[in-house]
């Protein structure tokens, strides 16, 4: 299990526990957290699971694939560390993940 980190647009934090092989989205979902509405289910066609990766992280994270990228352009307030969480697998490599969602979803 990896536990990743949620922080509300309030700044209220919640951490879950994730299975490897899953995907930030999912946990968020199987989790119940607020802003992360998914309405795709994780197909990457629509930008409602926006959240901001925490910097320290960003580098752990494989490069945004440009379907995720065109995505992104529905996102509201996109930043540089902008990524969409049906695209970011759970891993090892991410333990300790913090991502923050956005004020609204696109």
């Given at each position: 299990?990896?536990?990743?980190?949620?922080?509300?647009?309030?700044?209220?934090?919640?951490t879950v526990e994730a299975d490897e092989g899953s995907t930030v989205m999912e946990a968020a979902i199987r989790n119940d957290i607020p802003g992360i509405d998914a309405?795709?289910?994780?197909?990457?066609?629509?930008?409602?699971?926006?959240?901001?990766?925490?910097e320290a992280f960003l580098d752990k994270?494989?490069?945004?694939?440009?379907?995720?990228?065109?995505?992104l352009d529905f996102a509201f307030d996109v930043r540089t560390?902008?990524?969409?969480?049906?695209q970011i697998k759970v891993s090892q490599a991410i333990?300790?993940?913090?991502?923050?969602?956005?004020?609204?979803?696109?």
């Open positions: 299990m990896v536990k990743i980190t949620f922080v509300d647009a309030g700044g209220q934090a919640r309405e795709c289910g994780g197909a990457c066609s629509c930008a409602t699971c926006h959240v901001y990766v925490d994270l494989p490069k945004a694939e440009p379907m995720e990228e065109d995505m560390n902008s990524r969409l969480s049906c333990e300790g993940i913090v991502v923050t969602t956005p004020e609204a979803q696109g």
